[in-house]
């Protein structure tokens, strides 16, 4: 089955520690992002890569680095520059490309707790 | 950013009853979205829609693309349990390529 991995589901760290959250796909989608969700709030763009070794800052940025170095990974860096680590993150793929409107498809995210 | 009105926040319903919600925006979107997520997962998507006037059905779900292009709608009719959720909208804004999130219609049901 082609879909969105990421990992892990939960993830823990103490306040200081930069932590990398993971997201795979296998859907051939040229296109990946990473969402902040949370509690009550809908979703907020992060980062966006629309093709290989290249990538957009989202509305939330700060604090935040990414890297494509393969279409299937995206790799997401919380740093220690974020103020509020404590969140649920949403890594989606999409066609991308001509098909900029194509709809995104979404992992079941990594919920990241910074104590 | 943009911003994408939806509403009502939330609804407490009665299992059978039907149910609307509904996002505006005062900027052209030329597709929109609408997502379901599940406590503790990702979004899944429901209904895309692509062109102004569009009525689209996915089982009991109907979501029909506004024909000013700055509004859709979304309806569930005889709701069920499982239909207990959030619900997203989203679009893409004519001549963007991000997609932009409603702030979600949360939906409880009352058995």
Known sequence: ?115 | GQQLNQSPQSMFIQEGEDVSMNCTSSSIFNTWLWYKQDPGEGPVLLIALYKAGELTSNGRLTAQFGTTRKDSFLNISASIPSDVGIYFCAGFLQGAQKLVFGQGTRLTINP
């Open chain 1, 1 to 115: 089955d082609g879909g969105i991995t990421q990992s892990p589901k939960y993830l823990f760290r103490k306040e200081g520690q930069n932590v990398t959250l993971s997201c795979e796909q296998n859907l051939n989608h040229d296109a990946m992002y990473w969402y902040r969700q949370d509690p009550g709030q809908g979703l907020r763009l992060i980062y966006y890569s629309q093709i290989v070794n290249d990538f957009q800052k989202g509305d939330i940025a700060e604090g935040y680095s990414v890297s494509r170095e393969k279409k299937e990974s995206f790799p997401l860096t919380v740093t220690s520059a974020q103020k509020n680590p404590t969140a649920f993150y949403l890594c989606a793929s999409s066609m991308g490309g001509n098909s900029y409107n194509s709809p995104l498809h979404f992992g079941n995210g990594t919920r990241l707790t910074v104590t």
